[in-house]
């Protein structure tokens, strides 16, 4: 199994950035996709997930309106648009899958996104 994600980088405030999540390994269709992210200090915390069809997200209060989160079952991928970026959006982000019986739980090694000027 592997989720492997792209797209981090140095943003300045107000730009955007767009991440990807490619998966293997498992029945990517199958499964709830979510995006994580922990800032130093912080615990980790959700962003944003998306049932496995795609019909329905859900996303944190902190980035409603501004992160949009989206699949691609034919590509195996599952991606996070962020717009409108602020210095608090900076943080490690992880991608994350888990099974319909919630018996399995995957993890991205984490991509770095800096809000900075």
């Known amino acids: 199994v592997q989720l492997v994600e792209s797209g981090g980088g140095l943003v300045q405030p107000g730009g955007s950035l767009r991440l990807s999540c490619a998966a293997s390994?498992?029945?990517?269709?199958?499964?709830?996709m979510s995006w994580y992210r922990q800032a130093p200090g912080k615990e980790r915390e959700s962003v944003a997930s998306?049932?496995?069809?795609?019909?329905?997200?859900y996303y944190a209060d902190s980035v409603k309106g501004r992160f949009t989160i989206s699949r691609d079952n034919a590509k195996n991928t599952v991606y996070l648009q962020m717009n409108s970026l602020k210095f608090e959006d900076t943080a490690v982000y992880y991608c994350?899958?888990?099974?319909?019986?919630?018996?399995?739980?995957?993890w991205g090694q984490g991509t770095q996104v800096t809000v900075s000027t």
């Open positions: 998306i049932t496995n069809t795609g019909g329905s997200t």
């Open positions: 994350n899958a888990r099974s319909p019986s919630g018996l399995a739980n995957y």
């Open positions: 390994g498992f029945t990517f269709s199958n499964y709830f």
